[in-house]
């Protein structure tokens, strides 16, 4: 089980930063990158080292794309059930593989992130993961990611199933 103080944790602050900095930028930044903000629930697990347990979670993230499909981007998200609750931050590169303007805009990610419980020490991880973007939505679309997350330093890894909407 992760416990952590995520807050004290360097790459938390970074990835929250981000976020927030994101959050408040305009939909396009330049001609060759756009900003596409996220926000998502999740329900996760983890499989093993904690029994099994299963979690749920909201959360938020910002990807800035480039031309080629290349992006870079973080989140933030809170998990948790009826006996803990942790706080996760992650910093992450992805590759958008349908050229802007498809109706299905497949990804995958990877990056780095610190988090863990309310209240203990904090632990890092590296996560991989992908999804879909399906832009059925006028400006947006509806966002669907599988992610796997795996401890630097052993540990249960956490898995999520997650869905939201993009713009």
């Known amino acids: 089980m992760l416990r952590a103080r995520p807050w004290a944790q360097p790459g938390f602050t970074a990835a929250a930063l981000l976020s927030m900095c994101a959050f408040?930028?305009?939909?396009?930044?330049?001609?060759?990158?756009?900003?596409?903000?996220?926000?998502?629930?999740?329900?996760?697990?983890?499989?093993?080292?904690?029994?099994?347990?299963?979690?749920?979670?909201?959360?938020?993230?910002?990807?800035?794309?480039?031309?080629?499909?290349?992006?870079?981007?973080?989140?933030?998200?809170?998990?948790?059930?009826?006996?803990?609750?942790?706080?996760?931050?992650a910093l992450n590169a992805s590759y958008h593989f349908a050229p802007s303007g498809q109706q299905l805009s497949p990804f995958v990610k990877v990056g780095f992130g610190t988090g863990g419980e309310v209240g203990y020490g904090g632990v890092s991880f590296v996560n991989v993961g992908g999804g879909v973007n399906l832009w059925k939505l006028s400006g947006a679309a509806i966002r669907i990611e599988a992610l796997d997350r795996f401890p630097t330093q052993g540990g249960a890894h956490h898995v999520s199933v997650q869905l939201g909407l993009t713009f």
């Open 24 to 89: 408040t930028a305009a939909e396009t930044i330049e001609e060759d990158m756009r900003a596409q903000p996220y926000f998502y629930t999740a329900l996760g697990a983890f499989p093993s080292g904690s029994g099994g347990s299963s979690t749920w979670g909201i959360g938020a993230g910002m990807d800035f794309l480039m031309r080629g499909g290349f992006g870079l981007g973080g989140e933030v998200v809170g998990f948790g059930n009826q006996n803990y609750g942790f706080a996760i931050a």
